[in-house]
């Protein structure tokens, strides 16, 4: 299990990690960018799908075929913690020692996008002290991973929690179709 855990959640980091490098530099490096939440996430369960294809790589290469619910859980428990460690890791280097401003880059960005949605000064305003008060706790590392991890571990945890669910088998018998 060790070793697909891993070459899967080595992966699966990476696609994150590429995902988050190229939003950020984005975000940073152009005022006009317009995120996509619905493309990001789309993308971080792509990614996560490689939680799937260790589980079944897994119960297929090396347990014959078999895997109970727990262990296939299990499996793609540690693949999303491994996956999502990478993604911490890679974020606190890159925030801490590249883009320590950018906190105040990424709240320009939001208020930005507030106006262009056609936010009234009134809601540009709490916006602004929303992001000021998120930018005070972001100034905490514990809170930084954390919240790091909150961004993308309960995608995993969900997709590991399905993919046990449907790759999980008991014996070896095949399936019967009924070809009524």
Known sequence: MKKNVLVF???TGLI???LMLYSINQCYNNPDFESNDVIGYAVMIAAFSFI??????YRDKYNNGVITFGKAFKTGLFISLLASSIYVGVWLVDYYVFIPDFMDQYTLHVLKECARDGATQAEINEKAAEMASFSEMYKNPAFVVVQSYAEVFPIGLIISLISALILKRKSQDPVVVNKA
């Open 9 to 11: 959640g080595s992966i």
């Open 16 to 18: 994150l990690t590429g």
């Open 52 to 57: 799937f294809v260790g589980i079944k790589n």
